[in-house]
């Protein structure tokens, strides 16, 4: 049987591939003319900080990628490489909605730095995702043992940060159902959830 951490982190990463398929799919509307809709696309973004970013990413290092790191140096370079992306993800995002605003605001060329980034972005992303679930995960499933997967489940089922008080799978849900309430029709019809 599949350690819970496994399926978590893949329900995780299937919510965070709908948010940036909706991200994509409203660039390239907007590449053909489609009207912006910048609450839709401040939605995504705040979803991306606020749970990719804030909650999965630092728990994958902390909990899977160390445990993987104690038992093999079969994946370094694998676990080195998605450590980076890791921390490219937030600045990347964080520019993102700098460039946001300026498109918002109409200032010169700031459109089309916004939709090479979105797209730059999203690339990034959906290549880690399909990294983890097809390298790292199933090395993880072969060398790990039954006590190790027994903190990472517990990490990944955690609900609340009793040191902030914070929900986060909350936190995300809300947004994601924002998300999916502005998204256009082939998007917002769907009832996936990120927990």
Do not use: C
């Not at 038992?71 to 490489?81: E, F, G, Q, S, V």
């Not at 109409?106 to 090479?116: K, M, P, S, V």
């Not at 992303?125 to 983890?132: A, I, M, R």
């Not at 199933?138 to 489940?153: G, S």
Request: net charge negative; glycine share 4%; hydrophobic share 45%.
């Amino acid at each position: 049987m599949s350690p819970l951490a496994i399926q978590i982190i893949k329900d995780e990463h299937l919510a965070i591939s709908a948010v940036l398929y909706t991200l994509r799919y409203l660039v390239k509307g907007m590449r053909k003319g489609a009207r912006p809709d910048f609450a839709l696309l401040k939605a995504i973004l705040d979803y991306i900080v606020s749970y990719p970013d804030r909650w999965h990413h630092p728990k994958e290092d902390k909990y899977l990628f160390s445990a993987v790191k104690r038992r093999t140096h079969d994946a370094d370079a694998l676990i080195a490489k998605l450590e980076r992306e890791h921390q490219l993800g937030y600045p990347m995002v964080e520019a993102l909605k700098v460039q946001l605003l300026a498109f918002q605001h109409e200032d010169d060329g700031a459109q089309a730095r916004f939709f090479d980034a979105a797209e730059r972005y999203a690339e990034l992303e959906w290549t880690h995702l399909q990294t983890e679930e097809e390298q790292l995960l199933p090395l993880a499933e072969r060398v790990l043992t039954a006590a190790d997967w027994k903190e990472i489940d517990a990490a990944f089922e955690e609900n609340d940060n009793p040191l902030f008080g914070i929900k986060p799978k909350e936190e995300a849900e809300a947004l994601y159902q924002k998300i999916l309430s502005l998204a256009p029709a082939p998007i917002g019809f769907g009832g996936h959830s990120p927990t």
